[in-house]
């Protein structure tokens, strides 16, 4: 595809229930990050794939978040038991390189999923 | 604890009228600064990378520079499609991979 995409770009849900947010990167982009971005605040990193793997998990919330990629693709982050607190817009990156190396390459951003949670 | 702070949190300019916005940060290991341009509904759009204290980047209207604790993006004789909200981050090595901290952004409105 021509750029990130992400699924569903609404998600309006009720307290405790759970929801999957899907990220598409760009075909043969290694590096695959997930964000949150709430109201009048800045990006908040939550976790970082290196292909399948996440070696960095340390900005998801609580335990009620999850994520997973496979094939070194398609990724879906999982929020259990959702809260109003979960309410925000969730925005996927990937990037070409392995984000170890340099120089670093830019990271394209998906249009994001915005979640609300009632 | 690493940092990035945006000012103004919004900006409103008449079209024309040159100004700039700062983004400054307190970090350890700096390995970069990126400004990016986000519209409502989409995703942070990358404009430029600075690798180093003296470096200028240039893009149309947008210029980019960085000293050792801060960055400006200055904007020449804005136009109205100039209106966004603009994000600095900073690069940083952390646990063996490259890191964006990310600041609250800055919001331009440009009237015509």
């Known amino acids: 595809g021509a750029g990130v995409s992400q699924s569903p770009s609404n998600k309006v849900t009720e307290k405790g229930k759970d929801v999957e947010l899907r990220c598409d990167p760009i075909s043969g982009h290694t590096a695959l990050y997930w964000y949150r971005q709430s109201l009048g605040q800045g990006l908040e990193f939550l976790i970082y794939f290196q292909g399948n793997s996440a070696p960095d998990k340390s900005g998801l919330p609580s335990d009620r978040f999850s994520a997973e990629r496979t094939g070194g693709s398609v990724s879906t982050l999982t929020i259990q038991r959702t809260q109003q607190e979960d309410s925000a817009v969730y925005l996927c990156?990937?990037?070409?390189?392995?984000?170890?190396?340099?120089?670093?390459?830019?990271?394209?951003f998906g249009p994001g999923t915005r979640l609300t949670v009632l | 604890e690493d940092q990035v702070t945006q000012s103004p949190e919004a900006l409103r300019l008449q079209e024309g009228e040159s100004s700039s916005l700062n983004c400054s940060y307190t970090v350890s290991g700096l390995r970069g600064l990126f400004w990016y341009r986000q519209d409502p509904g989409k995703g942070p759009e990358f404009l430029f990378t600075?690798?180093?204290a003296g470096e200028e980047k240039e893009k149309e209207r947008l210029k980019a520079t960085l000293t050792k604790k801060e960055s400006f993006l200055h904007i020449t004789a804005p136009k109205p499609e100039d209106s966004a909200t603009y994000l600095c981050a900073v690069l940083l090595f952390s646990g063996g991979y490259n890191k964006l901290i990310f600041g609250a952004g800055t919001r331009l409105a440009v009237h015509p």
């Open positions: 990156a990937s990037s070409l390189s392995l984000a170890g190396v340099t120089p670093y390459n830019e990271q394209f």
């Open positions: 600075l690798y180093s």
